[in-house]
């Protein structure tokens, strides 16, 4: 599909590259105001949780230095470490659903 549509992150809008690519965005409405806002505010979205997300690694580095330093208790520590990967976690997943990487479901076998 690259070859007939390509998407501008500055402005959300598809870009048409052949008249194949016309004839979708217009059939799917691609450039549509409300689609055009989606894309751009998931963008937006994606931009402050990659942030968040190095917060999140920064934030774990300072607890291993507090612990590394005797200045909590180990169960505090694992305590903090928990909590941080658990919104880790949960960001990395974030991203991945919004960007496409998320790995796909096995499809059962019928036996």
Known sequence: MS???RFEAANGMMATRTKFGEYT??????????QVEYRKTTLQALKMAVSHLA???????EILKL????????D???DEIKGVDDEIGTIEIFI??????????RVRTLK
């Open 3 to 5: 070859q007939h549509l």
């Open 25 to 34: 965005e217009e059939l799917l409405q691609l450039n549509d105001s409300i």
């Open 55 to 61: 917060s999140l690694q920064h934030q774990k580095k």
């Open 67 to 74: 612990f590394q330093q005797n200045n909590i208790t180990a």
């Open 76 to 78: 505090v520590y694992n």
């Open 96 to 105: 991945q659903n919004n960007i496409g990487t998320k790995p796909l479901l």
